[in-house]
């Protein structure tokens, strides 16, 4: 996996969230917080680059699930100054139980992207509220691999770790100072109890990073992958997580011959 320079990329992500903000004619910014690298890394660039007076952290827990996220989450919103006016929490749980009130035969997964899809209208209302963008906390392997809730997790106004692999987001993150505690968690979007996105894939993101680069950046082949040493099984699963991630990319279906 080829190494960032941490102090050039987080200048550079800096002057993009301050640039577009200024042209927008937007006064700040609001950001989900989980708890996670991600969520962390995204706030951290975001009051560097806006001051925490212009920085709206929102915290939206279910119920008590996740309890560590919303804890390292507190953490990471205190270290950084960020007024408590200017933090707010909301129990999606409510909102997202009844819902389902119309279906009530439902698994983990649905449950998952109601929820995700929750927070992003929380998000998007108070950012109505207060005039201000959203910003997005997806990284290149989340997307390459189609790990996130259309319409959900993916919606934003603003994506500054669109471009970097989780492993390069570790080491951004390592170098703005976000918590120690944040930097060892394991990896979850934490849309249901014991739930961890490397049991979910079934491989590691150093692994799956490597992979990615390999075929996008690279534009190996994943035979060509095989051949240099990669377990074919391991292989095979990131290609099934790939081509979800592509189909995802491709949705809407749309009729290009169509007369206009």
């Not at 640039?19 to 951290?44: F, P, Q, R, Y």
């Not at 952290?57 to 006016?85: E, F, Q, R």
């Not at 051949?227 to 095979?236: A, H, I, S």
Request: no cysteine; glycine share 8%; aromatic share 10%.
């Amino acid at each position: 996996m080829e190494k960032i320079d941490p102090l050039k990329t987080a200048k550079e992500l800096e002057t993009f969230i301050k640039k577009t903000l200024n042209e927008e004619g937007i006064a700040g910014a609001l950001i989900g917080v989980s708890g996670g690298i991600d969520s962390a890394t995204s706030l951290t660039l975001a009051v560097r680059a806006l001051g925490p007076e212009h920085v709206y952290p929102v915290l939206l827990p279910y119920g008590m699930l996740n309890t560590a996220g919303t804890s390292n989450a507190k953490l990471v919103i205190s270290d950084l100054g960020i007024p408590k006016k200017h933090t707010r929490t909301v129990d999606i749980q409510p909102m997202t139980d009844s819902f389902f009130a119309y279906d009530k035969e439902i698994d983990a997964p649905r449950l998952g992207n109601v929820m995700a899809r929750m927070r992003m209208a929380v998000l998007y209302d108070l950012a109505k509220k207060l005039n201000y963008l959203v910003i997005g906390t997806e990284n290149k392997t989340e997307h390459r691999l189609g790990y996130y809730t259309r319409f959900g997790d993916e919606a934003s106004d603003i994506e500054p770790l669109r471009n970097l692999y989780k492993t390069q987001v570790y080491a951004l993150a390592a170098y703005l100072g976000v918590p120690e505690k944040i930097l060892k968690s394991a990896p979850t979007a934490g849309l249901w109890e014991g739930q961890t996105d490397e049991g979910e894939f079934g491989f590691t993101y150093q692994v799956a990073d490597a992979v990615l680069e390999l075929h996008y950046d690279k534009k190996f082949s994943r035979q060509e992958i095989i051949k240099k040493g990669y377990d074919r099984k391991t292989v095979e699963r990131i290609w099934w997580w790939i081509e979800k991630g592509e189909l995802k990319d491709r949705l809407p279906y749309m009729d290009t011959e169509q007369i206009s």
